[in-house]
Nanobody, 127 residues
Framework: QVDLVEAGGGSVPTGGSTRLSCKVAGYDMGSICFGWFRRAAGEEREALATINKYENTYYAGSVQGRFTISKDNAKRTLYLQMNSLKPEDTAVYYC?????????????????????WGQGTQVTVSS
């Protein structure tokens, strides 16, 4: 069992930056693969980023170079730094955790690969 609680989000101007956080409890973070996802209104959930136990990272082309996934095991927190934001980034953002690989994931993972999810947080980017 992994418990995930998100914080951050809100309204951001076009071109601006913000950081989301995801507090993790119930499992050793060193044995987890984490991901960030988003769902825009009327659209499917989109995989954005994955990070494994070695802190190797993998990104969707739509966010590579703008978003950064990271984690701090001592603080038990996962982060998503979002820069150069665009109106099309407007969505509900979710953190997620998978324990089945014991942290050994080596590519961008899809939503079906994750068992545990944060509650979601709205990010709105102004036009």
């Amino acid at each position: 069992q992994v418990d995930l609680v998100e914080a951050g989000g809100g309204s951001v101007p076009t071109g601006g930056s913000t950081r989301l956080s995801c507090k993790v409890a119930g499992y050793d973070m060193g044995s987890i693969c984490f991901g960030w996802f988003r769902r825009a209104a009327g659209e499917e959930r989109e995989a954005l980023a994955t990070i494994n136990k070695y802190e190797n990272t993998y990104y969707a082309g739509s966010v590579q170079g703008r978003f950064t996934i990271s984690k701090d095991n001592a603080k038990r927190t996962l982060y998503l730094q979002m820069n150069s934001l665009k109106p099309e980034d407007t969505a509900v953002y979710y953190c997620a955790a998978a324990v089945s690989w014991s942290g050994h994931c080596y590519e961008l993972q899809q939503a079906t690969d994750f068992r545990y999810w944060g509650q979601g947080t709205q990010v709105t980017v102004s036009s």
